[in-house]
């Protein structure tokens, strides 16, 4: 949650992200970078910060550099002071951009996931995985009917 201010200069704000996690930005490979619309107009968070880059190998490059960063940085992990930003300390994320629909499948597999001993619940190209432990395949979650299927088994 990077804290919103009046007059912000997004485009500085990713900068110092890439150079928080160690990777060259390349300004022309940004299509665009904007404050996106709150789900729940009435809460207090700040709005999501949505970057569009040119191609998802950028994207890539990006989320997996600031994965290695929180991997390295354990438990300082990035956050606002990492960017120099003022005031109160925010953790800061950075995913992958969902549609609502997926938000709410991932939402319900991590549900499930906790409520029936799965390991791991992830994203990848906007699609949901979940594996039960190190040894089992990955299965993909299309759809809500997949978590009736899983109970079954």
């Known amino acids: 949650m ?35 619309a709150k789900i729940n107009p009435k809460s207090d968070r700040p709005r999501n910060i949505l970057l569009t880059l040119q191609t998802e190998r950028q994207r890539d490059i990006l989320l997996s ?13 990035l956050n606002s002071t ?7 300390y925010r953790a800061i994320y950075v995913n992958e951009h969902l549609s609502s629909t997926t938000k709410k499948l991932y939402a319900e597999a991590r549900k499930f996931a906790k409520d029936n001993s799965y390991k791991y619940v992830w994203i990848k190209y906007e699609r949901v995985y979940m594996r039960k432990n190190d040894n089992e395949s990955a299965l993909l979650i299309r759809d809500f009917s997949n978590f009736e299927k899983l109970k079954v088994k």
């Open 65 to 77: 550099a600031v994965k290695r960063y929180n991997k390295t940085n354990h438990p300082n992990h």
């Open 82 to 88: 990492c960017l120099g930003i003022e005031g109160e």
């Open 2 to 36: 990077v804290p919103e201010k009046r007059h912000e200069n997004l485009l500085h704000l990713i900068q110092k992200l890439y150079d928080t996690v160690n990777v060259t930005l390349d300004t022309n490979c940004i299509c665009a970078v904007r404050r996106i």
